[in-house]
């Protein structure tokens, strides 16, 4: 903040990855006067949101649960509805999320075998498989996947784990966490054979914090009947037996459903689905430029698990990704992701999913460049120009913006 002044003009620039920037109209749509969570007039809205999230998930089989709660809260329901204490669970460590995911089953009781790895790598399929093969007498119950570990930028190949799991024969059920992915990254529940899917609003669903999601397969449901961790608000019989008219067993974040409902109709009746999936992957692939231009790093290292909701910048040796941030933020009101846990002040994050454009990410993106410099780190004060060349290219020829 300019010394003198209490006021920072415009907007401000908020590119962490999750909370996104939430549209105006998604905003003045949960800004209404609460209703009757029992009347009429209710039930037609959850009705409506749990439809509109079937297809989001892009499932027809599932059944769709919603919570008030932040995504860690439906971590925790796939865990408690599925599985009886010191069953086994698989996880792979992709990063800061997998680790506190696999945290919380140790807390609840699970089993974990959690598969080291270097955090610049998604979920190796061939090392799960190896793992299922081993495991002759079923003892692992569930394989669970991030997949798009937002600490790093680097997206995990679910249809690929899946394929893993059918080769092993392996009965586990397979749980993903698509906080940071579902509505920014192609991600299909039925199709890439999913049992639990969990997801949270204020990503890629461009609503503020406060509501997640289960997503829960035939399989899931059948093993939740046999399930023995204790459970109670995050049941899910309840939730599934109300939501069948468009209820809650407890009152529902109302506010919220109505900006879901608004957030819904942008995503699928207006941009589609698969446009926004490319604008996302446009956006990412410019970034990328931008980075590489500056001459740094970007932290995902195979091209096939780039994140197209955010990138991971690697710093320098010896300057520290916290105080470009500072810089940046002082400067030009930007908000940049910061290194989680042993990245710390190593990496920066720059968020590009959400309610965001072509001007918004180049403004991102000159606030980064001018900060670099600002702050000393040696680099090339070329990426604006490498990624408003490619969106230039992409606005010229329509065909290439899924590219
Ligand atoms: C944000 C995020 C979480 C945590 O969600 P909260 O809403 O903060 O509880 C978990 N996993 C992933 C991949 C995330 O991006």
Not at 158 to 164: L, W
Request: net charge neutral.
């Amino acid at each position: 903040m300019p010394s003198g002044s209490s006021r920072r003009a415009g907007r401000h620039f908020l590119q962490i990855p999750g909370p996104t920037n939430v549209p105006d109209r998604v905003l003045r749509a949960i800004d209404l006067p609460t209703i009757d969570h029992r009347g009429p007039e209710f039930g037609a809205l959850g009705k409506k949101t749990l439809a509109d999230m079937k297809r989001v998930f892009k499932t027809t089989r599932a059944e769709v649960v919603i919570y008030p709660a932040s995504g860690t809260g439906a971590w925790e329901a796939a865990l408690v509805n599925t599985l009886s204490p010191a069953d086994r669970v698989l996880m792979y460590e992709t990063g800061h999320f997998a680790t506190l995911w696999q945290k919380m089953a140790g807390k609840l009781g699970l089993d974990v075998e959690f598969i080291a790895a270097d955090w610049r790598h998604g979920a190796d399929p061939e090392a799960i498989e190896q793992r299922l093969r081993a495991d002759a007498d079923k003892r692992i119950k569930a394989v669970c996947v991030v997949h798009n570990e937002t600490s790093t930028g680097v997206t995990s190949r679910i249809a690929d784990v899946r394929r893993a799991i059918d080769a092993a024969s392996h009965p586990a059920l397979y749980m993903v966490d698509t906080i940071s992915s579902l509505a920014s990254i192609d991600y299909r529940h039925d199709e890439w054979g999913v049992d639990v899917t969990v997801a949270g609003s204020q990503k890629g669903l461009m609503l503020p914090p406060g509501l997640s999601f289960n997503c829960i397969s035939p399989k899931a449901l059948a093993a939740a009947k046999s399930a023995r961790l204790p459970r109670s608000y995050w049941a899910w019989d309840e939730m599934i037996a109300n939501g069948r008219s468009g209820y809650f067993p407890y009152t529902p974040a109302t506010n919220m459903l109505y900006g879901l409902a608004e957030a819904l109709k942008m995503l699928l009746d207006e941009e589609g689905l698969d446009a926004v999936f490319a604008r996302h992957q446009r956006h990412a692939e410019a970034t990328r430029r931008a980075v590489r231009a500056w001459g740094l790093e970007v932290f995902a290292l195979d091209a096939r698990e780039y994140s197209a909701s955010l990138t991971g910048v690697l710093m320098p040796a010896g300057h520290d990704a916290d105080r470009v941030r500072k810089v940046i933020l002082d400067a030009f009101d930007l908000s940049l992701g910061t290194g989680l846990t042993k990245l710390g002040g190593k990496m920066f994050r720059i968020g590009h999913l959400g309610d965001f454009n072509d001007l918004m990410l180049m403004g991102t993106l000159a606030g980064v460049e001018m900060g670099l410099a600002l702050a000393g780190v040696p680099m090339k004060k070329e990426g604006v120009q490498a990624a408003m060349q490619y969106l230039a290219e992409c606005a010229r020829t329509p065909a290439r913006r899924a590219a």
